[in-house]
């Protein structure tokens, strides 16, 4: 494993926002994430989840603030903040005519790993995510779970403190979730860093040690499950905490009965 920098916070958000024409897709968002840190930003869709992990990669430039990964400025040391990040969009883009190996292996070579470190950890990634049996397919015969583990084996080939992951368990099957919830866990359990958002509350609810609730570009809520299921009035969990924090309300069901029957 790579030297980690365990005086510094993994990543810095310090009054970030950013801006799409006339509406604030984030606002002023503060946060820090420690080193061995699990954190989930769950929230609606357009809440802004996608905006700030784009913005944490350096895929989108804030329209103000900063925001620091292991002590680099992402806009201003792109280069030294990005060896120390790995990342995995939604719908990870991957080359159809490369084999599985063939791709980690220019992954490897993007990120500068040895060949005597590839030999050791492309096999080894491969074989914690099940794909060890695919590696010398072609990666458009992947299903849409195995280009996801693929994508997340590309993300991990140089070691990098923080891991940030959008909706990292969609597609994938259960055996293959439990694998992913397994790994990061062993990721945080070594000092690395995993930033996710997802949809899933069950998936925050098990997996993360403190969730941030967003909403229109808001961080609005923040803590523990624990804690942020203690501060609710709407009942117990996480489910409840998110509804109150984000003004959802549940829809009366003859009211919905009666707009589907007219």
């Not at 946060?31 to 929230?43: C, Q, S, T, W």
């Not at 350096?58 to 900063?66: I, K």
């Not at 002590?71 to 990870?92: K, N, T, W």
């Not at 993360?208 to 969990?237: H, M, N, P």
Request: charged share 20%.
């Amino acid at each position: 494993m790579s030297e980690h920098t365990t005086a510094l916070a993994a990543v810095q958000f310090e009054a970030v926002g950013k801006d799409f024409e006339d509406r604030a897709a984030v606002a002023e968002l503060n946060l820090e994430l420690a080193p061995g840190e699990l954190f989930g930003l769950i929230g609606p869709n357009g809440a802004g989840k996608t905006t700030t992990i784009k913005m944490a990669v350096g895929l989108l430039r804030p329209t103000r603030g900063r925001i620091l990964v292991c002590g680099h400025d992402v806009q201003l040391e792109g280069g030294a903040a990005r060896r120390h990040l790995g990342y995995v969009p939604d719908s990870a883009p991957l080359y159809e005519k490369l084999t599985g190996g063939e791709m980690l292996e220019l992954a490897s070579d993007l990120h500068g790993v040895s060949r005597e470190r590839r030999r050791r950890r492309i096999p080894a990634l491969l074989e914690a995510l099940d794909l060890g049996p695919a590696a010398g397919q072609l990666v458009h015969s992947y299903s849409r779970g195995m280009r996801q583990k693929l994508a997340l084996c590309a993300a991990l080939i140089h070691d990098p403190e923080v891991i940030f992951l959008d909706e990292p368990t969609v597609g994938l099957d259960p055996r293959a979730a439990r694998q992913l919830r397994v790994m990061l866990r062993a990721l945080c359990a070594t000092g690395h860093a995993v930033f996710l958002s997802t949809h899933a509350l069950e998936v925050a609810s098990a997996l993360c040690d403190r969730v941030g609730i967003f909403s229109a570009g808001r961080l609005v809520a923040e803590g523990t499950v624990e804690e942020l299921a203690g501060r609710s009035t709407g009942g117990a969990g996480l489910e409840a905490a998110f509804m109150q924090a984000t003004g959802a309300e549940d829809q009366d069901a003859a009211s919905l009965i009666a707009a589907l029957s007219a």
